[in-house]
């Protein structure tokens, strides 16, 4: 599965962008799609996922209520929306995926496939 994140930038605190993942081509199986960030000096961590019918998402309580994973499946493309962000929020952000239709894991090392990153940065 090859991934490519896209819509990092530099926002104000309070301010809101939106990520996306493409998976351009075709696969001969379904994969679960997931948001993770790494923070300079930090561990990875996992922020959102949802299934191959973007029916179910699951999201990290740092997260939850201000970010939102949807998909759209006719431009096999993942998004993240992200609301009232702050400066530790700050990180470069990945986009992966895992085999399996639902397949929502919470450990980073899970996902197999995993696009270039996009950085985000927040400014306060």
């Known amino acids: 599965v090859q991934l490519q994140a896209s819509g990092g930038g530099l926002v104000q605190a309070g301010g809101s962008l939106k990520l996306s993942c493409a998976a351009p081509?075709?696969?001969?199986?379904?994969?679960?799609t997931a948001w993770i960030r790494q923070a300079p000096g930090k561990e990875r961590e996992f922020l959102a996922a949802i299934t191959w019918s973007g029916e179910d998402t699951y999201y990290a309580e740092s997260v939850k209520g201000r970010f939102a994973i949807s998909r759209d499946f006719d431009k096999g493309t993942v998004y993240l929306q992200m609301n009232s962000l702050k400066p530790e929020d700050t990180a470069v952000y990945y986009c992966?995926?895992?085999?399996?239709?639902?397949?929502?894991?919470?450990?980073?090392?899970?996902?197999?496939?995993w696009g270039q990153g996009t950085q985000v940065t927040v400014s306060s």
């Open positions: 081509g075709r696969t001969v199986s379904p994969f679960t």
């Open positions: 992966a995926a895992v085999w399996g239709a639902n397949s929502i894991r919470v450990q980073p090392n899970d996902y197999n496939f």
